[in-house]
């Protein structure tokens, strides 16, 4: 089945030490996103790559980086994670032009020691 | 810019009841629309998707949701909810021309009880 998929799904760092999410798609969609969530909130948008065009929202810290070397893949990259990064990481894909119907990954869990 | 708001951030009704899950939505545009299930620890899984075919749109699970202009509303309903419904659900809206970037509500969490 063509799908969202994340590795690891669960991660542990220390405080300081820079780490890699990964995310890949079999779907072919042209959109790949990064979501951050915390406990008991909506996932908020990171950044996402339209193709090749990386496009930051404006609250993003500089702290969190992406590379989207080929269509399938997309890297998410916390350069000094804090505490406060902790939080569940969401990969999701869609097609534009289209409806806006993402697809996601299954997440993976991040910890910060 | 449109927004999203789900009303009731935690609802709970007994097992075979019906369920029904709040969305309102600001749009100066006609929206795409779309509920999302989240299960502990998981990504998010799309329910159903309004996307200006019919108003009333059937999903995965038995899950239905009506689009209503008037209201501005999209509410979610389930008629017989079970124990394996419980989840954080969020509704969404997209506005073409944006790179389909979704707006979320805030979740409601549904707590399914014997």
């Known amino acids: 089945d063509a799908m969202v998929i994340q590795n690891p799904r669960y991660q542990v760092t220390q405080f300081g030490k820079p780490v890699t999410l990964s995310c890949s798609q079999t779907?072919?969609?042209?959109?790949m996103y990064w979501y951050q969530q915390k406990s008991s909130q909506a996932p908020k948008l990171l950044f996402h790559?339209?193709?090749?065009?990386?496009?930051n929202e404006a609250d993003t810290p500089d702290n969190f980086q992406s590379r989207r070397p080929n269509t399938s893949f997309c890297f998410l990259d916390i350069r000094s994670p804090g505490l406060g990064d902790a939080a569940m990481y969401l990969c999701?894909?869609?097609?534009?032009?289209?409806?806006?119907?993402?697809?996601f990954g299954a997440g993976t869990r991040l910890s910060v020691l | 810019a449109q927004s999203v708001t789900q009303l009731g951030s935690h609802v709970s009704v007994s097992e075979g009841a019906l369920v029904l899950l709040r969305c309102n939505y600001s749009?100066?545009?006609?929206?795409?629309l779309f509920w999302y299930v989240q299960y502990p620890n998981q990504g998010l899984q799309l329910l159903l998707k309004?996307?200006?075919?019919?108003?009333l749109v059937k999903g995965i699970n038995d899950f239905e949701a009506e689009f209503k202009k008037s209201e501005t509303s999209f509410h979610l309903t389930k008629p017989s909810a079970h124990m394996s419904d419980a989840a954080e659900y969020f509704c969404?809206?997209?506005?073409?021309?944006?790179?389909?970037?979704?707006?979320f509500g805030t979740g409601t969490r549904l707590q399914v009880t014997l």
């Open positions: 999701a894909t869609s097609r534009d032009p289209g409806t806006g119907e993402q697809y």
């Open positions: 779907l072919n969609h042209n959109v």
């Open positions: 790559y339209y193709d090749k065009d990386f496009n």
């Open positions: 749009s100066s545009v006609p929206p795409y």
């Open positions: 309004y996307t200006s075919a019919a108003t």
């Open positions: 969404a809206v997209s506005v073409t021309g944006t790179a389909s970037k979704l707006t």
